[in-house]
């Protein structure tokens, strides 16, 4: 699976909008960028998955870039509770070992 | 649905010693992962089911980690015998397909002293 590259930490303003940048220039064709989350104490918890276009749902919007290089992962209103470590991930279809990879630990500060 | 449980959820024990890691999955879900996370080597993949049986154990770290499900709803990850560098929480998952999204329990703390 290709390697990710990803800030090891960002801080966002309660309210504002988090954007967390994913480098994945070796991706290929048939992979897939995931998201994970993990808040402190708790296991990872997924929040969106996209191949080429971009994807939106209740807790986050997924922006790829056209050549699929590099992709954002958007939190429009962050609150204290989106504090945690955010793993963006590359998969093959059919494979199932998650390379988790050491995240971006975002905090959302009042 | 109450998630993936995991028992316990605080383990200390002492060098030496068995340990007996539980996890039951979302019913319905057919695959079932067991994951290890520590500072140094963040979260790491041991194992995974696909309708109960195990699809790759490549890593699981040496022979005294072994993983059984015996049914769709149960799965052990056992230590014998443990060590201080087992010293982990280990976290199971599980999806309700092959290539579905994973759903992870809250872990076990496992502490060998």
């Known amino acids: 699976d290709a390697k990710t590259t990803q800030p090891p930490s960002m801080d966002c303003a309660e309210g504002r909008a988090a954007n967390l940048p994913c480098n994945h220039s070796?991706?290929?064709?048939?992979?897939?960028v995931y998201w994970y989350r993990q808040i402190h104490s708790q296991g990872p918890q997924y929040i969106i998955h996209?191949?080429?276009n971009n994807e939106t749902n209740e807790m986050a919007s997924l922006i790829i870039t056209e050549d699929r290089k590099s992709s954002t992962l958007i939190l429009p209103h962050a609150t204290l509770r989106d504090t945690a470590v955010y793993y963006c991930?590359?998969?093959?279809?059919?494979?199932?070992?998650?390379?988790f990879g050491t995240g971006t630990r975002l905090t959302v500060i009042p | 649905d109450a998630g993936v449980i995991q028992s316990p959820r605080h383990e200390v024990t002492e060098m030496g010693q068995e340990v007996t890691l539980r996890c039951k999955p979302i019913?319905?879900?057919?695959?079932l992962f067991w994951y290890r996370q520590t500072m140094m080597r963040g979260l790491e993949l041991l194992i995974y089911?696909?309708?109960?049986?195990?699809?790759?154990d490549s890593g699981m770290p040496e022979d005294r980690f072994s993983a059984k499900m015996p049914n769709a709803s149960f799965s052990t990850l056992k230590i014998q015998p443990s060590e201080p560098r087992d010293s982990a929480v280990y976290f199971c998952?599980?999806?309700?397909?092959?290539?579905?999204?994973?759903?992870f329990g809250s872990g076990t703390q496992l502490s060998v002293l």
């Open positions: 991930i590359v998969k093959k279809t059919g494979a199932n070992n998650l390379f």
């Open positions: 070796t991706i290929s064709g048939n992979e897939y």
């Open positions: 996209g191949l080429k």
């Open positions: 089911f696909n309708n109960n049986v195990p699809i790759d």
């Open positions: 019913s319905g879900h057919n695959s």
């Open positions: 998952a599980s999806s309700l397909s092959f290539n579905e999204k994973l759903f």
